[in-house]
């Protein structure tokens, strides 16, 4: 089964300074999707940046951009200028191009500070 | 759009009772999920539907069910509620299998006592 690591529980950045959140994902596949999701203290999932995994170009919105290391398995997501807005915790998500799951990690808490 | 609608958004069950968690989207969505949220553990899914009248178990099922009669509807029922289902539960849909990502209600905090 797919399984997605978080490997930092909590993160902290200064504002308008950049952060880098850690995922990692174990699969056999080799046609997937991953994405970063934010979820505030409202608690709405909100979804900042997908990503295809036959895709080779890293992908970006905005103040938003991953690292895609297919064969690390490696899903990373830089947060560049922090912004108080972005406080939240942050969930990668692996949905396999085959199968209804969309699996998520634990999660990580980004603290930003003014 | 009203996107996806979740009621209640709080609830306080007895063990024992049961309850029905109502889920509602107007995306014309095929695709529609329940899961839940407890602290330290990321979302696991419970059920999903991949159309309407057709249902499937996900990761975590027992203690639930599901039922999907239109495209727009697909409630969760929990019947016999035990103090290891508190927790925070998600409804979400997809347009076909959500490659694109899924769109989520705002969630119900359930707390059984």
């Known amino acids: 089964a797919q399984t997605v690591t978080q490997s930092q529980p909590e993160m902290s950045v200064q504002e308008a300074e950049t952060v880098t959140l850690s995922c990692t994902y174990d699969t056999s596949e080799s046609d997937y999707y991953l994405f970063w999701y934010k979820q505030p203290p409202s608690r709405q999932m909100i979804l900042v940046i997908r990503q295809e995994a036959y895709k080779q170009q890293n992908a970006t919105e905005n103040r938003f951009s991953v690292n895609f290391q297919k064969a690390a398995k490696s899903f990373s997501l830089k947060i560049s200028d922090s912004q108080l807005g972005d406080a939240a915790m942050y969930f990668c998500?692996?949905?396999?191009?085959?199968?209804?799951?969309?699996?998520f990690g634990a999660g990580t808490r980004l603290t930003v500070k003014p | 759009n009203a996107g996806v609608t979740q009621t209640p958004k709080f609830r306080i069950l007895k063990i024992g009772q049961s309850m029905t968690l109502q889920c509602a989207q107007d995306?014309?969505?095929?695709?529609m999920y329940w899961y839940r949220q407890d602290p330290g553990m990321g979302l696991k899914l419970i059920y999903y539907s991949v159309g309407a009248g057709i249902t499937d178990k996900g990761e975590v099922p027992n203690g639930y069910n599901v039922s999907r009669s239109t495209t727009e509807d697909f409630p969760l029922r929990l019947e016999l509620a035990a103090p290891s289902q508190t927790s925070v539960y998600f409804c979400?849909?997809?347009?076909?299998?959500?490659?694109?990502?899924?769109?989520f209600g705002s969630g119900t905090r359930l707390t059984v006592v």
């Open positions: 995306m014309n969505h095929n695709y």
């Open positions: 998500a692996y949905r396999s191009a085959r199968l209804s799951d969309m699996r």
């Open positions: 979400a849909s997809s347009y076909s299998q959500g490659v694109y990502g899924y769109t």
